[in-house]
């Protein structure tokens, strides 16, 4: 096995699905960085092409010089979404193959990693954007733990749910909303769903909704007709989609059979172009919260570098990239620029790479101007990303028998930036 990953995640399902991707082995000059992605597991719908953006990210800098002359080494590794997996594979990245870094996945894992990688010294650069990976003192009010090396690219679930409870007062306003509106969770009891219940409701409260009890339905795809009654018969103005991507057609369906009327707003996994392809008319309408500042329809000089890099596993250039994709890139990106910088200064540590972290202000990854967002972290607050783009999925015919790349084409689908809210860096706000 080649020390240098030449396969996305998209062609490792069904080949890495519950042992290591490769075997363990010295790895010479090159930079050895670990890559635990979900290919087949619940979150596979936008854990793949999550992951296919990480793997096209890496090979693309070995193919463009590496790091100064170094390949980054890497293979990808499927743990299908059960955590104690992610934990035996960190470990033998960590033990066997001393890697610097690791790009990482889900919330379950990461937050039972949180100890582990903050012992190590290693950065971790999850999918995962929990507020409790923001506190790297763990001496915030809500902090649970200290998480000195865990860090991601975009706002945090908290952050990212308070954006759109802030466009749903104001869409409210100016619809001329009468009374107070109605805000309810909707997501399974999951560390994923659950973790910007709390933040996001008090913000919610604080900003004038009511907030109803939580409802709660699985992240695997079912039917949810009763939830749907049950948003119907509470009067729910504002449906928040806690859940991943996968469950979401089922709800929109369900909810659009059922006659239910309400504005969904979803975080940042919860919806994108495939779910719109999946649910067809009934996802028209939906509010989601991105992470980037463009989309793969956008045409930017950051986008280009996106499509070089997708060509890396899609020589046509024809593929559609979904919003998962253009994530892994940027996140990606940051965890490579903080190798280069680490390297540049002499050594390649964990903690090197950390400091790296903290070494700009507002800093895009080169080449990647208007897709990654400007973004601070620094030693005493992981919220590189308080700036969150909000968008509107529009469907307006079928979506059967059509590529995602067609239907946004011909514009059967489309995503329309409708704000872009910047939240205040509030300290009670950190860690949770």
């Known amino acids: 096995m080649s020390r240098r990953s030449l396969l996305t995640a998209t062609a490792l399902i069904g080949l890495c699905a519950a042992a290591p991707a490769f075997a363990p082995q010295a790895w010479a000059d090159d930079i050895p960085v670990g890559h635990i992605a979900d ?34 080494a890497f293979e990808t590794y499927d743990y299908a979404y059960k955590a104690p997996q992610a934990v035996s594979e960190y470990q033998r990245l960590v033990a ?28 971790y650069y999850s999918g995962s954007y929990s507020g409790a990976l923001t506190d790297p003192t763990g001496k915030a009010p809500k902090a649970t733990k200290a998480t000195p090396f865990n860090f991601f690219y975009g706002p945090s679930y908290s952050d990212a749910c308070r954006a759109l409870a802030q466009w749903a ?25 659950n973790s910007p219940k709390v933040a996001c409701n008090e913000y919610a409260q604080e900003l004038g909704f ?5 409802i709660q339905y699985t992240m695997a795809p079912g039917d949810f007709t009763p939830q749907c009654l049950t948003l119907k018969e509470k009067g729910a103005n504002y449906a928040y989609i806690a859940n991943i991507a996968g469950s979401t057609p089922s709800l929109l369906n369900a909810c659009a059979t059922a006659g239910t009327k309400v504005q969904f707003v979803a975080n940042v996994w919860g919806y994108d ?105 620094t030693a005493t607050d992981h919220r590189g990303l308080m700036t969150v783009p909000i968008y509107q999925g529009h ?28 939240l205040p860096r509030r300290p009670e706000w950190l860690g949770y």
């Open 39 to 72: 290919l087949t597991g619940p979150t596979a719908s936008i854990g793949v092409p999550y992951a296919d953006g990480v793997a096209d990210t890496l090979n693309w800098v070995n193919e463009n010089g590496g790091v100064d002359g170094d390949d980054i």
């Open 96 to 123: 066997n193959e001393q890697v610097v870094a690791i790009a990482g996945w889900g919330t379950a894992d990461t937050e039972a990693l949180i100890e582990f990688i903050g012992k190590d010294q290693i950065p």
């Open 169 to 193: 007062a104001d869409d409210w306003k100016k619809k001329g909303g009468q009374g107070k509106p109605k805000w309810v969770h909707m997501g399974d009891n999951h560390p994923y769903p």
């Open 210 to 214: 009511e907030v109803l009890d939580p």
């Open 273 to 377: 172009e495939n779910i719109m392809k999946a649910a067809g008319q009934n996802a028209d309408g939906v509010v989601v919260a991105v992470r980037t500042g463009a989309i793969w329809t956008d045409k930017n000089a950051g986008m280009d570098r996106v499509r070089e890099i997708s060509k890396t596993s899609d020589s046509s250039g024809e593929t559609y990239r979904p919003l998962s994709y253009i994530a892994g890139v940027c996140a990606t990106s940051y965890m490579v620029e903080a190798i280069k910088a680490a390297k540049a200064k002499g050594t390649i540590t964990g903690v090197a790479i950390r400091d790296a972290m903290y070494g700009k202000k507002d800093w895009v990854p080169a080449g990647l101007e208007g897709v990654c967002l400007p973004s601070t972290w």
């Open 395 to 422: 469907v307006k015919g079928a979506t059967q028998g059509k590529e995602v790349t067609a239907l946004m084409a011909d514009g059967t689908m489309s995503l329309e930036k409708v704000a872009e809210i910047t």
